[in-house]
């Protein structure tokens, strides 16, 4: 990183070592800009319609963008905004990118939102049993036991 620019706007999130350590470092950022309690402090996602890096023009002040996430048991509806179902034979899809923003808990008002945990890897697991990540929240239209029943989640790599 050249210090003379800063942080990327995007971050390819499949990149990290630990990604979870880059999420915490999120919210720490944010709660010490804004003299937020750590511990009372989370994430909230929303998808974006950006898929290329060259339409995102500025970087978030909290948060950031995220790529490479790969939506598994449903489709994403870039026009709805919106959780859909799944095409016929087509098991994975990638996202486009995903805001990741820091909030105080106590103000989060989720609605019409579906808790989707984000894997490393479509096994939802490593070889050390461990593997979830963090909880997407993903717009949805319709109730959401269609999509728990399906499995809907988020992976970090696909396995082609």
């Known amino acids: 990183i050249d210090p003379n620019i800063g942080e990327p706007a995007v971050f390819w999130l499949s990149g990290f070592h630990i990604p979870e350590s880059f999420l915490s470092a999120l919210v720490q950022a944010s709660c010490r800009r804004r003299g937020w309690a750590l511990d009372k402090s989370t994430l909230y996602t929303k998808a974006t319609k950006f898929a290329d890096r060259s339409e995102v023009k500025e970087k978030l002040l909290d948060g950031t963008y995220v790529e490479g996430l790969y939506l598994e048991g449903a489709r994403w509806d870039v026009e709805a905004g919106a959780l ?6 087509q ?10 923003i820091p909030v105080e808990a106590n103000r989060l008002k989720l609605r019409d939102e579906l808790p989707v945990p984000v894997y490393i890897t479509q096994l939802r697991r490593n070889a050390m049993g ?9 717009h ?7 999509y728990i029943l399906q499995g809907v989640a988020l992976m970090l790599n696909d396995d082609s």
């Open 140 to 146: 949805t239209k319709e109730h959401p036991s269609i």
């Open 91 to 100: 098991l994975i899809q990638q996202m486009p990118f995903i805001e990741i």
């Open 130 to 138: 461990v593997g979830l990540v963090f909880e997407a929240n993903l």
């Open 84 to 89: 859909a179902r799944q095409l016929p034979k």
